[in-house]
């Protein structure tokens, strides 16, 4: 498996801890649930592309563990969620369809807000785990361990966080030694991805240059990851009313921010986490 061989490989001993524990906690859930009864909440965003190959080398460990078979990996048959929204960016949808192709996702795609969509999701199929890529220091990640079940209120579910240690640091590790394909925004500046209306380039890796046209450096050339959410554009205070304003919209903004993968909202909003 190309992931497992370009990681152990590496100089990089943090990196291979890293791996190393999501690789266990990826394989102890799919000894705990079976594959019918997981799913993978992919939104294009880093995070969640790092969890996609980490669930790739994952399921592979675990069949080989199993069967004892040194095969290749010829499919990846976690059902994959993707909550697509008129806000997402088009690089971000084109990524994911693209990814699906790739790596022969079985993808289902699902247009309501977030919550009315995993409920009807959790209604139709035997789901009883979700990874997600939360990582320590996202908004929603407060209080979340490796397997944490969902909130009261929400449909129930056993959370599965194997990257949620990981750093914005680690993350772009990982990517760049796997030399895996990630979206093209950020190679733009982009360090954090969340609607049109809320995400621009990250001031921090501006180029200065004569032209009119501002340009930007790649993503994994910030140097201090704590600074990942600092092209994420504030929303003015009136927004937080919009529950009660009637503005339909605007209201599933709200509620598809609640949960959330690494530091990009499933549903590709990202209202909660900016104000």
């Excluded at 640091?169 to 969340?194: E, M, N």
């Excluded at 621009?200 to 340009?215: D, F, G, I, Q």
């Excluded at 937080?240 to 339909?248: H, I, L, T, W």
């Excluded at 530091?263 to 986490?273: F, H, M, N, Q, Y």
């Amino acid at each position: 498996m190309e992931i497992d061989k370009a990681v152990g490989e590496s100089d990089d001993k943090r990196l291979k801890t890293k791996y190393n524990n999501a690789i266990f906690v990826i394989k102890r859930a799919l000894s705990l649930y079976s594959i019918e009864e997981v799913a993978f909440s992919f939104n294009g965003g880093k995070d969640s592309t790092v969890l996609l190959h980490l669930l790739r080398a994952g399921y592979f460990l675990h069949k080989k563990e199993m069967s004892c078979s040194n095969g290749g990996l010829s499919n990846f048959p976690v059902r994959t969620i993707y909550f697509e929204s008129p806000s997402a960016f088009t690089e971000i949808n084109s990524f994911t369809y693209d990814a699906a192709q790739t790596y022969d996702l079985q993808l289902d795609i699902i247009r309501q807000d977030f919550k009315s969509g995993l409920e009807a999701l959790l209604k139709a199929n035997p789901i009883r785990a979700i990874f997600l890529g939360v990582r320590i220091g996202d908004p929603t990640a407060v209080g979340q361990e490796q397997f944490s079940p969902s909130s009261p209120g929400w449909p129930p579910f056993m959370r599965v966080n194997p990257i949620l240690d990981w750093s914005y640091r680690d993350v772009w590790a990982f990517l760049l030694t796997c030399k895996v394909k990630y979206c093209s925004l950020y190679d733009q500046g982009y360090t954090s991805i969340g609607s049109i209306h809320d995400t621009v380039p990250n001031a921090l890796l501006s180029v200065n240059n004569t032209s009119s046209k501002e340009k930007f450096k790649p993503a994994y050339l910030l140097s201090d990851g704590r600074l990942e959410r600092a092209g994420r554009v504030k929303r003015n205070a009136s927004v937080k009313n919009d529950v009660d304003s009637g503005d339909s919209q605007k209201h599933e903004v709200l509620l598809a921010s609640v949960i959330a993968v690494g530091d990009e909202i499933l549903s590709g909003l990202a209202l909660l986490k900016t104000i």
